[in-house]
C-alpha cells in the first residue's frame, strides 16, 4: 500500500504511520517529495484494509498497490478454470448458451419452453422460482412448485438447471432441485448469502450488482471462494448508468476486463443489459466477440403473456436465429458453441 | 397507464391492447396522433406490472401515471408519520441525532462512545454488529457479543440503540436488543429480508441502496408496510456516481422530493454520502436545511484506531461542534433538535 | 405530446392547458383518470418545447411521444444513409477503419504510422491538430503545421483525412485540408460548432458526449442536418459511469439502438471507450458483432513515446492483427471491410 | 507521482522508468514490493501528463499526488479569492444571489422581473441572450437585441448583470454589455472559449459539466486563471446520474470539497440542479448551509408563459419567500447576505 501524507503532515504524524505499518508486519519505504511525503507499505497486505491508514492524522490518501482479491485472481491462478456440466463445461473453449423463461410459471409453460430452446441450441435450462420483484404487490414465483418442475425440465430434455437463490434458507431446499445457483444482481452484495453458498459444493452462476465495480464483483466471488466452493462464474447483466434508452447499459469492456484479472469463467447476460428483445442478438454476439464464455438468455414460449420480463423475452423462433449468429461470431474468434445434449 | 403504440402498428395490434386492458378491469381510451396511437388504461392499477401490456405487439413503451407504490405515498396518508422513540419522536417538528461507532468493537469502545455522544447531542447510539464488508478477510462484527454490549449501553445512557440486520436469520434474536433496526444500502432490495420485517412491529431504518432510485426506495419501504410494519424511516446515504473526490454523492435533492412523495420520516448520513469526516459537518447542515428529519452520524472515540471507517467518523468534540451547527440551522428552518435523555 | 395533470388539478387549470394546446395548434384529447387526468396534444409538435405545457399550473409532467428529431430519424429516411469517402464508403455493407495518431506529433511521426496503418488495412487516416486537453499545460497539438502533414500523408497514401474541429474560428482553415471533419466528445452540445458545420458541406464525425443520451446525441446530428450538411456519422466513444477499471464505460448497447432509431452511420471508437490498448481488439470485434459500421483506432509508431493517450494507442503490429480479426467478425455478421486504398 | 510496475516487469523495463523519470527532471525513488516495484518520481509535475510514464513498457499505472492544477489551487493561494462587483462582493464573509430569467424574452419582460428580483433581495441579474438548446428548432435567444435589455435594466436597476457566452466570436461584444461573463455547463471544456475569456479582465462563472469532476472543473478554472484573468466564479449546477426524479443531481458535497481545494468563490444554482421550482428553495438553503458563497435562481415573473425552463422558474413572490429562508440560514452559519443595491 501507498500512504500519501498531507503536504502539512508534521514529522510526528510520519513516524506514527511508520509505527503503525510495523505493528502491521509490513516494512515502510519513504519518499521525500517536493510538497509532500509518500510512504510505502510493503508485504502481504490482502487482509489489512486501507481504512488502518486512512484515518491516521495527516495521511491525504492511501491506494492499494496489490489486488484486494486472492483466489479469483489470475495471479494466484494463471490458466483458466473450467467447470464439467452435464455434457459441456463452462470457461474453455466451448461457449455455453443458458435460456430459459424469467421465470416459472406453470409446469406447461416451463416444459415447452424447454424443449423448444434445447432444439434450438441451448445447453442448459434456466428458470426463477423466486423472483426479486420492485413491487410486493406483483408475482414473486412459484416457489418449490417451481423446482419441482423445473427438475422434471431437467429429467425431459437433459440439460442441467439453474435459478436464482434469494435467501440462506432457500439454499438447503436449492440444492436438491438445480444443477447451479444463481445469485442476482441485487443479493451480489449479500454477505450472508455468499458465505451460505461458500458452503455448499454447487456451481454459482454469480451476477454483477448494477452499481457494483468490477472490483466488488470480484471480492463477492472471494467470499464464496474462500469458503471452499470454487466453481463460480461471475456474470455482466448490465450497469445502471444515465442512459434511459436501455434498460440497463452493458458494460461490454467488463469482459475482456474480468478475463484479464480472474481465471474464473465470464459470462454475459445480454437480456437483462439490454431490457429489449429486438436488441439481445446484436449484444449477445457483441458479448461472444469480446470474449465472453457464455451467454444466459431470456426465452418465453409466449412472452406477450409472460408474468415477468416478457419485454426482454425472445420467442423460440427468435432464439434459434440467434443461436445460429452467434455461432458464426464464435467462430470468428476460434471458438465454438458447447455441444447440445441429447 | 398510458400504452403508447409503435407508428407501425396495426389495427389488430391496438384492438388486442384494448382487450388485455379490458381483461385486467381497466378501461381503455383511445387517442389517435398523426403518427401513432396512445391508449389510456384508467383504473386501479398499483398492483398490475407495466409489462402485462409492453410485451403485447405493437405495443412501443407505457407509462406509468400514478405511483406503483400506495401505503408509503402522501396521497394515502397526506400528514407526516411520526413515531415516539425513547423520549423523543422522529418525523415531527424535532430533528434527531443518532451517533456512534461504525463497528461495535469492544465494551469499552462503546460506552466510551454512547456517554461521549450523549454529552454531546445525541438521541440514540447506534452501532454495528453484524458488519457487511465489502472484503471476507476483514473485521465481520462482533455478532451477539456487540448485541450485548449495545444492550448496556442503552441502560447506562437511556439512548434507543440502533444496529444493522443483515439476515433474515439475525432479526429474531436482533429485536431482543435493539430499539430500531437499520436496514443497509446493500439490502435494501433484499426482499426476503424485506418481509421478514415487515412481520415484525420494531421501528425501521431503510437506507437507499447506492443506485437504488427514489421511486425504488419507496416500493422497498412498501414491502415493509405492507407486511404491516407501519414504522419505517427512510435514509438518504449517498449514491453511486462518477465523482471520486468523495466517497459517494450526497443526493441532497432526495430529501425535498422524498418529503413531497411521502409521509415517512426522512433522515440523511452525512458521514457514508461523503466519506470524509471533514466534509461531514458541512452536508449535515445542508441535510437540515433541505428538511431532513434527522441525522445518523459516525463517531469514534479513538478513530485513528477504529477497525472499519475511521476515515469518515468524527471525534466526540468534533461531534459537539457539529451538533451546535445543526441547531442553529434546525433553528433558521423553523425546527428544534430533538431533546436529549438524561 | 401527453400531458399528466396533477391529482388536485382544477378544472380551470384543465381548461387552462386546453387553451395552450390549441394555440399550439394541437388537438387536445382528454383522458379522465381516477386519480388524475391526462391529455392529449395531437400533432407535428416536433418544434414546440415540452416546457410550454410543463409550466402551465396543474401539470404533473410532460411525455413527448414523438421523436424530437426529424431528420436525422429513420422514420423520416428508412434506408441506410451511404456516404463515399475515396475509394470506399460508409454506412453500407462495408465496414471502414478509420486509424491514426491521437495527435500529429512530427511530419516523421505521421507518415510514418500512415504508411503502417494503410499497410494493416485503415481506409483512412485520422490525427488531431487541435487538442482538447484537460491541463492547459500540456501539448496542445501542432495547429496549422499538422494540417500540412496531414495533406501530405494523404498525398502520400492516397487516403482520406479526418481531424478535430475545436471552435468556428478553426472551420473555414480545415476545410481546405481534411476530408472529414471530426466534433470531440467535449464539443458535441457546442452548438455554435455544430451550427457553422451545418453550413460547410463537408462529411463530419460527430462523437457522443461522454454523458450525452442517446437522443440528445440525435439532437446534436440534427443541429448539422438541419443546416443542409447530410453527411453525418455517429460514433459512440463511451460514456461516463462510476466504474474506473476502464478510462470510459463502451456502451455497446448504443449500437443497436442508433442503428434503428436513424439512418446514419454509426462507428465505435474502442481506444477512447475503453482507455487501454490491450482492451481494444476485443471491443473493436463487439462493436463490429453489434452491428457498427466502422471503427476509428488510436495507432502510433512508437506509443512509448507519444505526446498523448499513449496508453491506449496500438502499435501498428497489433493494429493488424486486430484488423485480421475483425475481418473474421464483420464476415461472421456477414459484412466485410472496405477495400484499401492503393 | 507514483508509477506502478507490473507485477511481471523486467529490470530492463524498470531501468528504462528511471531513465524517462531523469529526463523529466524528476527525481526517482525505488520502492520495491513483495509483488511490485513501485516508482516515485519527485520534483515539480504539473505541466508533465501521467500519459507520459503510463505508457511505458512494464508500467501498470500512475498515480498523480500532487494536484494538476496550481493557480486555483488553495495550496498556491490559501486565502479565499474575494471579488467585488457593483455594492457588493463575492468570496467573502457575504452571500450574494444573482437571479433573473433563464432567457431574456423582452424588454418588458426582463424589466419587471428586474425589478422584482431586485426588490425581493438579488444582488445581481442574470438572463440568457445566447440559448444553448437541445433542439434546433426551439427559441435560440434574443441575441443583441437581448444584451440591450439588459444594459437598460442595469441602468434601471443599479445591479450588475451576467450572461452566457457560447463562443469565441461572442466575446468581444458580450464584455462591451454585461458584468460577469458566464460559461455554460455544455462550454466547461470548450478550451478555445476558455482561453478567449482568460484573455479578457472580465469576471466569470464557470459553470460545472454535466458529467465534469470537481477536478475538471477546477482545471478547467486553470485555463482562465492561466491566462491572466483572476476573477472567476465556479458554480455547482447539478451531475448527470442515473436518477430521474430530478432533472440533475445536485451534488452537495462538491461545495465543501471545493471550498476546501481552491480560493475561487464557489456559487450554487439550485434551478438546474433541481429542475423543478418545488425543490429550489431547499436545496438554495441546503447549499448556502453547505458554504456556498452565493446562488443563482431562474425567476421569472410569468413562469407559465417562458420560452424556456418555466418548469424550474420561481414566480417573484415566491424567490421573495426563498430569499428569507436564505437570510436565516446563512446567519446560522455565521455568515450575511450582501447587501442590496438602490
Known amino acids: 500500500m501507498l500512504i500519501i501524507m498531507h503536504p502539512a503532515a508534521s514529522k510526528e504524524q510520519i513516524e506514527n504511520v511508520l509505527a503503525a505499518i510495523e505493528r502491521q508486519n509490513l516494512t515502510a519505504h519513504l519518499i521525500q517529495g517536493v510538497e509532500q511525503t509518500v510512504i510505502g507499505a510493503v508485504g502481504d497486505s490482502h487482509s489489512i484494509g486501507k481504512e488502518v491508514f486512512e484515518i491516521l492524522p495527516g495521511v491525504a490518501a ?41 421465470s416459472v410459471e406453470s409446469r406447461e409453460q416451463l416444459l415447452q419452453t424447454a424443449l423448444a430452446v434445447r432444439q434450438a441450441g441451448a445447453n442448459a435450462l434456466r428458470g426463477g422460482v423466486f423472483k426479486p420483484r420492485t413491487s410486493p404487490y406483483v408475482f414473486q414465483g412459484l416457489g418449490e412448485e417451481g423446482l419441482e418442475y423445473l427438475a422434471e425440465a431437467r429429467e425431459q430434455t437433459g440439460m442441467p438447471v439453474i435459478a436464482e437463490v434469494m435467501s440462506v434458507a432457500q439454499v438447503e431446499l436449492m440444492v436438491k432441485y438445480v444443477d447451479v445457483l444463481q445469485v442476482g ?39 464464496i471462494l474462500s469458503g471452499g466452493n470454487q466453481r463460480v462464474m461471475l456474470c455482466e447483466r448490465g450497469i445502471r448508468t444515465f ?8 458494460d461490454i469492456n467488463a469482459i475482456p476486463v474480468l478475463k484479464s484479472l480472474t481465471h474464473l469463467p465470464v459470462l454475459l447476460d445480454p437480456s437483462h443489459s ?24 431470456e426465452v ?30 464464435a467462430e470468428a474468434v476460434e471458438r465454438r458453441l458447447a455441444p447440445i445434449v441429447h
Open 62 to 102: 492511501v491506494t492499494r498497490i496489490s489486488q484486494p482479491y486472492k483466489l479469483a485472481s489470475r495471479q494466484f491462478h494463471p490458466k483458466n478454470s473450467i467447470f464439467p456440466l452435464d455434457g459441456f463445461s463452462i470457461g474453455g473453449e466451448e461457449i455455453a448458451i443458458i435460456a430459459g423463461p424469467c
Open 243 to 250: 442512459e434511459i434508452a436501455t434498460r440497463n447499459t452493458t
Open 274 to 297: 439490454t431490457g429489449f428483445s429486438e436488441f439481445v442478438a446484436s449484444v449477445a454476439k457483441a458479448g461472444v466477440a469480446a470474449g465472453a464464455d457464455g451467454l444466459i438468455i
Open 185 to 223: 444482481a441485487r443479493n451480489m452484495q449479500n454477505f450472508s448469502l455468499l458465505r451460505a453458498i461458500g458452503e455448499t459444493r454447487i456451481p454459482v452462476l454469480l451476477k454483477r450488482g448494477m452499481s457494483a465495480t468490477i472490483e466488488e464483483l470480484l471480492m463477492a466471488s472471494e467470499y
Open 300 to 329: 418465453h414460449n409466449d412472452p406477450a403473456n409472460a408474468l415477468s420480463d416478457g419485454r426482454q423475452s425472445l420467442t423460440p423462433e427468435k432464439f434459434a436465429v440467434l443461436v445460429k449468429q452467434v455461432k458464426a461470431v
